[in-house]
T-cell receptor
């Protein structure tokens, strides 16, 4: 298995632009998580899905952030409009459930200028 | 509210030393405690995990010690090597909470040659 796949790996955009991050979880995993990592705030859970259904989005910082999971093999995290303070590394992780751990992707480094 | 507190934030040891990273949790219902290792530019990777009915678990040079009454657990790295230099995260999991992990703030470890 290729593991969790994220794209793009790096994204540089200007303030006000729309940004879409993509994730393909490990096949057979029923939970998917979006995290944001910064030096100041560490690793923050933004939202997670179970069986493609959003369960908890309380970590989504603002209405500018939205996430979808249209099927078991694909999820997106969208920021519209983007701001410089959104600059961070965004990780997607998937899990087969039952306390078997989460498997992280390589992350997308987002820079908003 | 941070439910898992991790210390220290950073740690420097000489090669061969035994770095110890500590975590404390609040919710006694947590029932699975994994540790993640993150190298620069990579996503966190599951390193070792323990359940609260066990006081110690060893995998190679990595050992988790668990003190249920004190609500604390720690990671020990025996005979540390420069290749162990990474950021380590402890986490806690609650069965039935949607496969969601609560992460500590992370410890940046540097092992000097």
């Amino acid at each position: 298995d290729a593991g969790v796949i994220q794209s793009p790996r790096h994204e540089v955009t200007e303030m006000g632009q729309e940004v879409t991050l993509r994730c393909k979880p490990i096949s057979g995993h029923n939970s998917l998580f979006w995290y944001r990592q910064t030096m100041m705030r560490g690793l923050e859970l933004l939202i997670y899905f179970n069986n493609n259904v959003p369960i908890d989005d309380s970590g989504m910082p603002e209405d500018r952030f939205s996430a979808k999971m249209p099927n078991a093999s694909f999820s997106t995290l969208k920021i519209q409009p983007s701001e410089p303070r959104d600059s961070a590394v965004y990780f997607c992780a998937s899990s087969p459930g039952r306390a078997l751990g989460q498997y992280f992707g390589p992350g997308t480094r987002l820079t908003v200028t | 509210q941070q439910q898992v507190k991790q210390s220290p934030q950073s740690l420097i040891v000489q090669k061969g030393g035994i770095p110890i990273i500590n975590c404390a949790y609040e919710n006694t219902a947590f029932d699975y405690f994994p540790w993640y290792q993150q190298f620069p530019g990579k996503g966190p990777a599951l390193l070792i995990a323990i359940r609260p009915d066990v006081s110690e678990k060893k995998e190679g040079r990595f050992t988790i010690s668990f003190n249920k009454s004190a609500k604390q657990f720690s990671l020990h790295i025996m005979d540390s090597q420069p290749g162990d230099s990474a950021t380590y995260f402890c986490a806690a999991f609650l069965t039935g909470a949607g496969n969601m992990l609560t992460f500590g703030g992370g410890t940046r470890l540097m092992v000097k040659p």
